[in-house]
């Protein structure tokens, strides 16, 4: 049983920040690595960033590069994305993702399981 619920999302204007939660509930005797896309109103579901299972190593996406940064918190079971400096094209619905990897997949195949989404827009 693996279950995702993401929140966070909001109306936020530009040069904002936001916080994005994923709750996670993953099996006990596998690691997993963590992730988060997102999908704009007519566009592909494209990467973000990605965290290893032990919180050690996290890669970016370039468009968000500086801006985004993604944690993990094992106590809590919860994987955050902090935005900064929030821009027009950040708006989409944001989505969790985990899979059964050793390497920070960038591709939509690359993960097992996913959360509802939440949604981000970005006003000016």
């Known amino acids: 049983q693996v279950q995702l619920v993401e929140s966070g999302g909001g109306l936020v204007q530009a040069g904002g920040s936001l916080r994005l939660s994923c709750a996670a509930s993953l099996r006990t005797d596998r690691n997993y690595v963590m992730a988060w896309f997102r999908q704009a109103p007519g566009k592909e579901r494209e990467f973000v960033s990605a965290i290893s299972w032990g919180g050690r190593t996290a890669n970016y996406a370039d468009s968000v590069k500086g801006r985004f940064t993604i944690s993990r918190d094992s106590a809590k079971n919860t994987v955050y994305l902090q935005i900064n400096s929030l821009k027009a094209e950040d708006t989409a619905v944001y989505y969790c993702?985990?899979?059964?990897?050793?390497?920070?997949?960038?591709?939509?195949?690359?993960?097992?399981?996913w959360g509802q989404g939440t949604k981000v827009t970005v006003s000016s």
């Open positions: 993702a985990a899979a059964r990897i050793a390497r920070l997949a960038t591709n939509v195949d690359g993960y097992d399981y």
